[in-house]
């Protein structure tokens, strides 16, 4: 549990009762929270089969060399995809398995809509489990797209979730190709070298200021602009972090200058 913003212990009163589950369990149940923000990354998805990228060992950025690569980022860099998008589709297998089911993680934010908590779920994720859950569309932000829905890159033409997946886990499975003009389909993900949604910031820019409780699963905390949006929400707004280590923390220094992030264990905590 943390906390990411000073005070003077004598002019605010305490927030949570105890920084725990438990005690933001007391919060939900007596404030009563109605614009509840839930931000996500890969660590969520594990679960259900889907890599994260980061982690030793198993992550997707540890098992790159067999791509035979310039780099180890060139695989997400639209600018490789375009002169070959073999090495990407090869990986995507992994990306977009099919049958993949959500994960408790992913009701979970469900049920906060179902309970009318929710205001807004920000996600990092490509692999649109969000909306296999039953989360509705306009609650759904996708910072870095999703695999939702496919675009020809020469006509335009858009195929959905299940003809790419289909593609990807075919036995001769190969480059999807447009059924219109025979161009590469591309999931409609945001690669290297590719601005993030409109989406994304026309709603970050009116959601955060609203949050009344910000949730934060499963993500490092360290691609930009998105990590940076745990620092918009107000003086006063609980932020819950539930990872498998500790992220966004930030030192005394980046505190002092204002940075957002995360104070891990502070007095200034309330």
Not at 230 to 256: C, D, F
Request: charged letters at 20%.
């Amino acid at each position: 549990m943390a906390s990411g913003n000073e005070r003077d212990i004598h002019e605010k009163p305490a927030v949570l009762k105890e920084f725990s589950l438990k005690g933001v369990a007391k919060f939900i149940k007596k404030e009563k929270p109605k614009h509840i923000i839930v931000m996500t990354g890969a660590g969520i998805s594990t679960s259900a089969g889907i890599p994260d990228f980061r982690s030793p060992g198993t992550g997707l950025y540890d098992n790159l060399a067999q791509y035979n690569l310039p780099d180890p980022m060139a695989i997400f860099e639209i600018g490789y995809f375009m002169q070959n998008p073999k090495p990407f589709f090869t990986l995507a297998k992994e990306l977009f398995p099919k049958h993949v089911k959500p994960t408790p993680c992913h009701y979970f934010i469900r049920l906060l809509e179902e309970k009318g908590l929710l205001l807004r779920t920000y996600t990092q994720n490509i692999d649109s489990l969000e909306h296999v859950a039953g989360v509705n569309n306009d609650k759904i932000i996708t910072a870095h797209g999703s695999c939702h829905s496919n675009t020809c890159m020469m006509c335009k033409e858009v195929y959905p979730m299940e003809w790419m997946t289909d593609k990807l886990n075919a036995p001769d499975a190969d480059v999807p190709r447009c059924e219109v003009c025979e161009g590469v389909v591309k999931p409609d993900i945001v690669f290297f070298g590719e601005a993030l949604p409109r989406r994304f910031f026309a709603h970050a820019i009116s959601d955060f200021p609203k949050c009344d409780l910000l949730i934060i699963m499963g993500t490092s905390l360290v691609v930009q602009p998105f990590a940076s949006m745990i620092g918009e929400v107000g003086n006063s707004v609980p932020r819950l972090l539930i990872n498998m280590t500790k992220a966004g923390q930030i030192g005394v220094l980046e505190k002092l200058s204002g940075l957002p992030g995360l104070h891990y264990d502070s007095n200034d905590n309330y």
